[in-house]
């Protein structure tokens, strides 16, 4: 019987907290629906303290999902702990999660507190968390800079006042994998009642080496990995969740050990964070980027084609990569694409299959052949609705290397038409400009990204973007055949966002109403 390796998921906290990748209380919610599909032991859903966003993300997340343990992260005082507990406590299974720094140098600089200090607080910290749950994790940030010896006397007293977790971070991603292996080994061998809690392990990845790490704490006895989605965290981000679990997969006669995540769940989990945060992962990303399954060069496809071992050490079906096959034309009927969707693993209602059902049309009028990437795109498409306070309607775009781009949008706004122009630096900016003038609004643009949706001249163009407005952040996401109105229409979507939190006027004067 193979081990299980535990998998602690931290996108909602580590991931989240990084710059461009925020969320809001309902986008966090569907991710930790999404991770609790997937299967992960534990979602740590927020650090509770930190801002009123975070309590109530924590507390929805915690009472809604069933099957995984949610985890709250606190500092070791009372206040971060009582903070962390309020909102954990109505989960099914909820682990409180409190951690210090053990380091000279986070010690002497920033928390200003002896060793023997340090050592009590996290004592204290952990048996106040014990008298209110019995899952409590301590995490010795930093514990990669810090004396092994004196880390060892932290992990021992902490596993006596309670710990039911006790985790290793290499907080600066520092470590290189023979040495964090070794540390794991000493605190195993070292640590006398180290059997009576798990041993977890949480790398970043600022040296590249965070999943290399991970493994090869795994192989030392570490028996819970923390990571995120897509390796998103602070800096250069964590150990990516979708690489070890495959790497485990993939080589597991080598290791003879297991994890209980669903793998073709994978690429869903992956692709709907890019879509929540409005960030793509890099193509040629492990996993879950555009290249990894993809074969150009003419001597891997034949080999491919004849036996896919030849060049595939695992198949995209099993992280489930949806195939890029030729599925539907213009004359394919309302069944026909029911059916396809029943493959894919999406069973619609009546009402879904006939909204589906107009854009597929749409999209076939333009498009010769519509793949099974095309059909995820309209249905996700219409997943990310948001209420429209303006809706596209149309636009008039004139671009040329001798000419000022100039675009004309109209929009829809309540029973109205409005319509407005703007030139820009390109057509792209030009419609944003004017949508802009219409909304009354100027959405600082802070990433943008286009890509191809399948295959071929007419392919779909995806456009993700997301814009800036009073601190907050919106994303939006739209696929056209032609990239100037996928841009329009993608960029309309982060500003109504914005308008629908309230954080952005409402049009102004200089639009014309029709
Ligand atoms: O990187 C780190 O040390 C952390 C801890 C709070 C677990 O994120
Ligand atoms: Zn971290």
Redesign the pocket.
């Known amino acids: 019987m193979e081990k299980q390796i535990l998998i602690f998921d931290?996108t909602l906290r580590?991931g989240e907290q990084a710059p461009g990748f925020s969320m809001n209380l309902d986008e966090k919610l569907r991710l930790a629906l999404q991770l609790e599909k997937l299967c992960v032991d534990v979602i740590e859903a927020g650090f509770p303290i930190a801002s009123e966003g975070d309590f109530l993300a924590v507390r929805e997340i915690a009472g809604r999902v069933q099957n995984c343990k949610i985890a709250g992260l606190c500092r070791t005082k009372k206040l971060d702990i009582d903070r962390a507990w309020e909102a954990l406590k109505n989960a099914q299974h909820p682990r409180i999660h409190t951690f210090i720094a053990t380091s000279d140098i986070h010690l002497k600089h920033k928390l200003r507190m002896s060793r023997e200090q340090v050592l009590a607080a996290a004592v204290e910290a952990v048996r106040y968390a014990k008298s209110l749950t019995d899952d409590v994790e301590f995490s010795a940030e930093d514990a990669v800079r810090s004396d092994p010896d004196y880390l060892c006397r932290v992990v021992e007293v902490v596993i006596d006042a309670g710990a039911t977790v006790v985790n290793i971070?290499d907080?600066v991603g520092y470590a290189i994998p023979a040495e964090f292996g070794r540390l794991i080994r000493t605190i195993s061998q070292r640590v006398p009642n180290i059997e009576k809690t798990i041993l977890s392990v949480?790398c970043?990845n600022d040296l590249g080496m965070a999943v290399a790490n991970s493994i090869s704490a795994i192989e030392n006895g570490a028996r819970q990995v923390e990571c995120t989605i897509n390796g998103i965290?602070?800096r250069a981000g964590?150990a990516a969740l979708e690489e070890i679990v495959m790497t485990l997969h993939t080589r597991r006669n080598h290791f003879c050990l297991a994890t209980g995540i669903k793998t073709q769940e994978i690429y869903s989990t992956s692709k709907l964070l890019t879509r929540l945060t409005g960030m793509q992962v890099q193509r040629n990303k492990a996993i879950v980027g555009a290249n990894a399954f993809a074969h150009e060069a003419g001597i891997h496809q034949h080999g491919v084609m004849n036996n896919a071992m030849t060049y595939e050490i695992m198949t995209p079906e099993s992280v489930g990569v949806p195939q890029s096959m030729l599925v539907l034309g213009k004359h394919s009927g309302r069944h026909a694409l029911e059916k396809r969707y029943k493959e894919l693993g999406y069973s619609l209602s009546e009402a879904e299959l006939n909204a589906v059902y107009e854009a597929f049309t749409h999209l076939a009028d333009k498009k010769k052949a519509i793949y099974d990437a095309d059909l995820i795109a309209i249905l996700q498409d219409r997943e990310d609705e948001v209420p429209e306070t303006y809706s596209f309607e149309k636009m008039h775009v004139i671009s040329g290397s001798q000419l000022t781009p100039t675009a004309t949008i109209r929009l829809k706004h309540g029973d109205e038409m409005v319509e407005d122009s703007s030139v820009g630096d390109g057509p792209v900016d030009a419609v944003f400009n004017a949508i802009d003038r219409i909304a009354g609004v100027q959405g600082r643009l802070l990433s943008y990204s286009l890509n191809s949706i399948s295959r071929g001249r007419d392919a779909l163009g995806e456009v993700l973007l997301q814009i800036e407005r009073d601190g907050a952040s919106y994303v939006g996401k739209a696929a056209s055949t032609d990239v100037v109105e996928a841009s329009a229409k993608a960029y309309l979507k982060a500003v109504n966002r914005a308008i629908n939190n309230g954080k952005i006027g409402d049009g102004n004067q200089s639009r014309s109403v029709l």
């Open positions: 931290t580590d971070p907080t949480h970043h965290g602070e964590n």
